[in-house]
């Protein structure tokens, strides 16, 4: 499996709905919202209009990106939705969403959030695993936030359940423009 020579286009960004207890969180999600936008490059995420979901979309438009979101149809109806996006597809239920953001995107980006973005990290390596996309993934590690995940998978490791070669399909940022430095954008 080897990377593809496509130019990146659009950034997949998987992050919570919640905003978290730190503000540094909220910080790193405006920050890499306005990264993606300055880069040129189109976001794709979650569509919803709330938590580090809703900041990074804001940061995006606010500096004029492209901002597509993915939402699945059980959520649309619950106030979640953002209305500003420059597009918002509805899919019929999480699954769906997972495979169409990895449509539309070229790289995956992911900020802290809780099991929704563990389940979508953890569906998107598996995916390069198995050889199904060769797309970068990048942890950012804002406060420290994976810490415990990046233990647990040298744990896995460790005792032969990941192989240490799949271990680096996930690489980690300290911050967003880090994160966009890993997956090719020059800033």
Known sequence: ??????????????????????????????????AIAKAGLGLVYGGASRGLMGVLADAAL???AEVIGVLPEALNGREIAHTGLTSLELV???????????????????????????DELLEAVTWAQIGLHAKPIVLINTMNYWDGLLAFLDTAVA??????????????????????EMVGVRG
């Not at 998987?14 to 790193?28: I, M, Q, T, W």
């Open 1 to 34: 499996m080897t990377q593809s020579a496509k130019p990146l286009s659009r950034v997949a960004v998987f992050c919570g709905s919640a905003f978290g207890s730190n503000p540094a969180f909220r910080a790193e999600a405006s920050a890499l919202g306005t």
């Open 62 to 64: 606010v500096q004029g």
């Open 92 to 118: 019929p239920n999480m699954h769906e969403r997972k495979a169409r953001m990895h449509e539309l995107s070229d790289a995956i980006l992911v900020l802290p959030g809780g099991y929704g973005t563990l």
């Open 159 to 180: 005792n032969g359940f990941i192989e240490a070669r799949n271990r680096g399909l996930m690489r980690v940022a300290a911050n967003a423009a880090e994160a966009l």
